[in-house]
């Protein structure tokens, strides 16, 4: 199923999206949330609800998941080729060779926007805001330790998202990450979740981002460093992850950064992210002042 929390005369519904349109639930439904968190008998139990479908563009889609209990966590590094692009242009923050493991760090959850909403923008907190597209995966059941093998029993889906980073503020706080990657409402995240039955090959997925209909970033989930699997294997040692989690995966290669010469975004960019057989983005960025008292 492919399953998204959209707004309906001004209150948001979980739905349920098809290739001809989108069945909403009543607003009595549990949330996306809920059902995540619910287990498959949770995912079960909305097939029965489902009502008339109506056209997509009759709704408004909005971020799919809004109770997040801890950080977006993210996968820095994870293809190679991005890795390379990048090297000398971390202002003294090179490693010293490739990652033996994932390169892991977090977001905070007000980051998340909808797919089509505003990436805010604000010259104030940093000169370099910068684009990643990416897959992201959804746990759909706790677990701590978890094997590779076992690693798919713990995933409800997939969704895209867009890890707008700000980079001068990325180098400033001692090489930590959190600070240039947590700014309010700049990480676009959906358009839906694409539960795990829907996707014949996780590694056959082609990534993309366009600015302004150039594109920026294209290449294959084949080409990641590790693996999902062993992504949430090493995440997961000694840590629970909890179903409702988002885990990011890594970009590709062709971030601004890495540009010669550079390509940061702009007031009015439109900034397009695209995952085959996972849906779209489509943002644009909007001044919006973040750096103020509030």
Not at 27 to 50: K, N, Q
Not at 62 to 86: K, M, Q
Not at 232 to 249: C, F, Q, Y
Request: charged fraction near 25%; include cysteine; charge should be negative.
């Amino acid at each position: 199923m492919r399953l998204a929390t959209v707004l309906v005369d001004g209150k948001e519904h979980l739905a349920a999206v098809y290739d001809h349109g989108v069945a909403v639930l009543p607003a009595s439904a549990p949330t996306l949330d809920d059902v995540v968190r619910g287990g498959p008998e949770a995912l079960a139990a909305i097939r029965h609800d489902l009502g008339d479908v109506v056209p997509l563009s009759s709704v408004q889609l909005v971020a799919p998941l809004r109770g997040f209990r801890r950080d977006i966590l993210c996968t820095g590094w994870n293809y190679w080729d991005h890795f390379e692009e990048s090297s000398g242009k971390r202002e003294g923050q090179d490693p010293a060779d490739r990652p033996r493991h994932p390169t892991f760090f977090t977001k905070g959850p007000d980051t998340v926007i909808g797919p089509h909403d505003p990436i805010a923008f604000d010259p104030a907190i940093s000169a370099k805001w910068d684009y990643e597209a990416e897959v992201a995966l959804v746990i759909g059941k706790d677990g701590r330790s978890i094997p590779e093998e076992r690693a798919w029993e713990h995933v409800f889906g997939f969704c895209v998202a867009n890890d707008v980073s700000q980079r001068d503020l990325q180098r400033r706080h001692g090489g930590q990450w959190l600070k240039g990657k947590s700014i309010d409402a700049t990480m676009p995240l959906g358009p839906w979740i694409t539960t795990t039955d829907e996707i014949d090959d996780p590694y056959a997925l082609t990534v993309r981002c366009l600015v302004n209909g150039e594109q920026l970033q294209e290449a294959s989930t084949a080409q990641v460093a590790f693996r999902f699997e062993r992504i949430i294997a090493e995440l997961s040692w000694g840590m629970t992850l909890r179903a409702g989690d988002v885990i990011l995966t890594g970009t590709p290669s062709g971030i601004g950064n890495a540009r010669e010469p550079q390509v940061f975004l702009q007031p009015g960019d439109e900034v397009v992210t695209e995952v085959s057989g996972l849906g779209e983005l489509r943002n644009r960025v909007v001044a919006r002042e973040l750096s103020s008292y509030a």
